[in-house]
């Protein structure tokens, strides 16, 4: 079946270091990743899309890439702040089925002043 | 836009006890779905609709009913209420895209306890 595998440990860095997040997947081959920002309490927020053929993908200060030979995706968040301490949340999916979007179970960044 | 809405946002329910969960959305969007979210398990689907007047089940749809009678509205429907069922409920939607992938806009949730 398909698995999804996020750091479950919080990842703790120091405001102004780039921070890494990975997203590991296995017994399928998706045709697109979506990462979220989930604030406590609130609901996820989309950031960024990438789509197999892409290798990397920038949004201001993410940048995601996506290597389907090692059947993962990585997540940067460069010169970090406090306010991006939040879980992010990565789904990686296949074309079409509705849409549906199986999730990981996140990984937790907290950024220390 | 108000985006997704959810309602109630906090909910306690005696064992056996029956309730819906609200979700409605402005943003005109044919797909929807209800997620849960438990600790360190994730989300989960439980159900997801295309359009009005059709829904089908996810991966934990076991305990739980929807109706999709608008394009705005996807309620969903607890009727016998157990302690397996204490989580978080999220709903979301998107639009359809063919074969791309939207994303999808969620709620804040209606976090609901069983006891």
């Known amino acids: 079946s398909q698995k999804i595998e996020q750091n479950s440990e919080a990842l703790n860095i120091q405001e102004g270091k780039t921070a890494t997040l990975t997203c590991n997947y296995t017994?399928?081959?998706?045709?697109?990743l979506q990462w979220y920002r989930q604030d406590p309490g609130r609901g996820p927020v989309f950031l960024l899309l990438?789509?197999?053929?892409?290798k990397e993908k920038r949004k201001e200060r993410l940048k995601v890439t996506f290597d389907t030979t090692l059947k993962q995706s990585l997540f940067h968040i460069t010169a970090s702040q406090p306010a991006d301490s939040a879980t992010y949340l990565c789904?990686?999916?296949?074309?079409?089925?509705?849409?549906?979007?199986?999730f990981g179970t996140g990984t937790q960044l907290k950024v220390e002043l | 836009n108000a985006g997704v809405t959810q309602t109630p946002k906090f909910r306690i329910l005696k064992i056996g006890q029956s309730m819906t969960l609200q979700c409605t959305q402005d943003?005109?969007?044919?797909?929807m779905y209800w997620y849960r979210q438990d600790p360190g398990m994730g989300l989960k689907l439980i159900y997801y609709?295309?359009?009005?007047?059709?829904?089908d089940k996810g991966e934990v749809p076991n305990g739980y009913n929807v109706s999709r009678s608008t394009t705005e509205d996807f309620p969903l429907r607890l009727e016998l209420a157990a302690p397996s069922q204490t989580s978080v409920y999220f709903c979301?939607?998107?639009?359809?895209?063919?074969?791309?992938?939207?994303?999808?806009?969620f709620g804040n949730g209606t976090r609901l306890t069983v006891t």
């Open positions: 017994n399928y081959s998706p045709a697109y």
């Open positions: 979301a939607s998107s639009y359809f895209a063919g074969t791309d992938k939207p994303p999808l806009h």
């Open positions: 609709s295309v359009g009005a007047g059709i829904t």
């Open positions: 789904a990686p999916s296949l074309t079409g089925g509705g849409n549906k979007l199986t």
């Open positions: 943003m005109n969007h044919n797909y």
């Open positions: 990438i789509r197999e053929n892409e």
